[in-house]
């Protein structure tokens, strides 16, 4: 990263600090909207809250590891996400899952080349009465049929 | 997608000016209208919520606060979506109700990051209720002030525990505490904190508009009152329903269209999968209690693939931080891979039965304490088949 991106991620984090709070109960909200913004959580973003909260790296680090959906490493432009829970397996989504690795030619916990698309499982969405259901980013897509993920992924710019 | 049948409690014409009614009452009063209605936890453990109220009420303390728990992370379950979706302000009024009747100033509601979508909804039915004056300074006229705050899960089942929300909340890893003391005394920063499902909250100004006695006779001695279902799996109907405590296995297959039923499971992943022989039982907390999820499986499914799908979801959602639940839940996965394979002695499977017990007893929350439910409940009802090819 150049340093100019980082005094500009500097300068973002100390914004977001200063709109949520600098208190330890402010500390997700802040990686919630630089995971929103970013896709990831770098490690230098991690030292940075660190400082500004005035508490240990590690104590970040150990938040931002804990939770499922904020993420260190550098995500896809669109980050697919399938539920993998009972309903949605009941409801099929085996051929969804078989659909989304063939169109996008990677495997589950991979990222295309390019950095487009991510492709991972998911724990229960609630939307067990409209399985099977992914989530595009954060955005819910429910009733999927094979064709009807093809069109959705073609349908993305 | 609004609730199927014919609604009991949650109709739009049962809530009426119950929030206004409740704002003209004693605090005290609120706290007796709903421990009076028999009134229970949604959430599933049904702890009677006017006894909560009633703790936190009498508690003395600088703050106290409330936490609407919708984070809801329970594999079949999604009706607190259904409310938060349809009855918004009365989830709201009923965290405002709350605050008024225990003497509290913020209210918080977690909503799961899963539901994300959901935000800008919600955001705008705190809005108009602050614009009616139903929200912030001196509240319809009353020396009474309070906020709502929304925050954001971060896709942890645990974070559901009230413990574990508590911590997340204050910007911890959602690790569950040790309990007692219990959020009602040493909750959110150490304050008396009530957290209540969502589904609880929203009863709340229905039960404040039509009296407690109209909602004591529907549902059993027990469990007074109704409960909302999400129902899913193999049905033709599947979707969101109310019925009243105490409503059989037989007529809820019914109303949602499930044919050719083998299992149901009630409760979610963390629930008890019964036979579909066990057609005369029913729903309530003094039989088959659930925090609102009903699975239902046909004669097509493999028993073993379904308890291996939840093993699976419980291994990944464990927060590691006890023994029992971090290594038992794994055991327990690679004690059903080995059942797939044929190569669980019987004995074996003994051992894991057992070890489920204790997991049962020495798990630090509810969700290893709960977690070998389904292992338990389906190789003991399903034992026979899926040992078959043995």
Redesign the interface.
């Known amino acids: 990263m150049l340093g100019s991106e980082l005094s500009d991620l500097n300068i973002e984090i100390s914004e977001l600090v200063e709109k949520h709070g600098n208190?330890?109960?402010?500390?997700?909200?802040i990686?919630?909207e630089i995971?929103k913004r970013h896709g990831h959580i770098s490690g230098h973003a991690q030292q940075e809250v660190a400082r500004l909260l005035d508490i240990h790296p590690v104590e970040v680090n150990?938040?931002v590891s804990?939770?499922?959906?904020?993420k260190t490493g550098i995500r896809a432009k669109y980050n697919i996400r399938l539920c993998?829970?009972?309903?949605c397996?009941?409801a099929n989504k085996a051929s969804i899952a078989k659909t989304l690795e063939r169109e996008l030619g990677i495997k589950f916990g991979e990222v295309t080349k390019d950095e487009r698309y991510s492709l991972e499982y998911?724990?229960?969405?609630?939307?067990?009465?409209?399985?099977p259901a992914m989530?595009i980013n954060?955005?819910?897509y429910t009733s999927l049929t094979p064709h009807k993920v093809i069109e959705i992924l073609d349908n993305l710019k | 997608m609004p609730i199927l049948n014919k609604p009991i409690v949650f109709a739009k014409e049962n809530f009426g000016d119950g929030f206004e009614k409740g704002l003209k009452m004693k605090p005290i009063d609120i706290v007796l209208a709903v421990r009076e209605s028999g009134l229970k936890g949604r959430g599933g453990a049904g702890f009677p919520t006017g006894t909560k109220w009633m703790l936190a009420a009498t508690a003395t303390a600088e703050k106290k606060f409330i936490v609407c728990n919708a984070d809801e992370g329970e594999p079949g379950t999604f009706k607190d979506r259904v409310l938060l979706t349809e009855f918004t302000e009365q989830v709201l009024k009923g965290i405002i109700l709350c605050g008024y009747a225990i003497g509290s100033q913020v209210g918080y509601i977690y909503l799961r990051g899963e539901y994300d979508y959901m935000v800008n909804q919600i955001n705008s039915a705190i809005q108009k209720l602050k614009n009616e004056n139903k929200l912030g300074k001196n509240i319809l006229g009353k020396d009474f002030d309070f906020d709502i705050e929304l925050r954001l899960g971060s896709g942890a089942y645990v974070c559901g525990e009230e413990s574990a929300l508590i911590e997340s909340l204050e910007g911890n890893r959602g690790e569950p505490r040790n309990r007692p003391p219990y959020p009602v005394n040493t909750g959110f920063m150490g304050y008396p904190t009530v957290v209540n499902n969502v589904e609880t909250l929203a009863t709340v100004p229905a039960i404040l508009n039509l009296g407690s006695d109209w909602y004591r006779n529907i549902g059993t001695d027990k469990s007074r009152g109704s409960k909302l279902i999400s129902v899913s799996g193999d049905v033709e109907f599947p979707g969101v329903y109310e019925i009243p405590f105490g409503t059989k296995i037989k007529d809820m297959l019914e109303l949602v269209g499930a044919k050719d039923t083998k299992a149901i499971q009630i409760g979610g992943a963390s629930g008890t999968c019964i036979s579909a022989k066990e057609l005369n039982r029913n729903l309530s907390f003094e039989d088959l209690p659930t925090g609102g999820s009903i699975i239902v499986f046909n004669n097509s499914r493999n028993m073993l693939k379904i308890l291996k799908n939840f093993m699976e979801f419980f291994v990944e959602e464990s927060c590691g931080q006890c023994t029992p639940c971090r290594i038992g839940n794994k055991k327990l996965l690679d004690g059903v891979n080995m059942i797939e394979k044929g190569e669980c002695s019987v004995a074996y499977l003994k051992e894991l039965l057992s070890l489920g017990e204790t997991m049962r007893i020495t798990s630090k929350c509810g969700l290893g304490q709960s977690s070998p439910n389904p292992f338990i409940s389906i190789l003991t009802t399903f034992g026979d088949e899926i040992l078959a090819t043995y």
């Open positions: 208190g330890r109960q402010s500390l997700l909200p990686l919630q995971q150990g938040v804990f939770y499922a959906f904020l993998k829970t009972i309903s397996e009941l998911i724990n229960c969405l609630g939307m067990c009465d409209q399985g989530l954060n955005e819910v």
